[in-house]
């Protein structure tokens, strides 16, 4: 029987069990927050570009005629934001629920390899 540490097969159990599924776990956080902030970055360009045109076509108000086609046009507008947010808090759910998915399977993967690594060892250690 030999005391020697076999350095390597340590440190391939370490990275197999912690360090490979901590990148991993990092990488799929890392894009998705890189995808969320891209939708909100988008979300508050487009609401800001509506608000800043709202404001324009007001400023051109000059009488009554323009101020009914323009309160005319808030009713569009309105229902062009409801349905920009519906999609967008759509996007959002879709990319938490891809996140999940994602992180699950990750997970079962780290599993099966840990379990997988734990019985390498235990018969490495009965052969010993």
Known sequence: MTNAFDTKQITN???SMFSGPARAYAELSVNYTEK???AQQDAVKAYSETSLAQLRNLMNVKDAEGLREYMEGQQQVAKDLTERLKGDA???VALQQDF??????????NVKQTQKTADTTAKTAKSA
């Open 13 to 15: 159990q370490f990275e």
């Open 36 to 38: 969320l902030v891209n």
């Open 90 to 92: 759509e996007k959002v």
């Open 100 to 109: 999940v998915k994602d992180s699950q399977k990750l997970t079962e993967e």
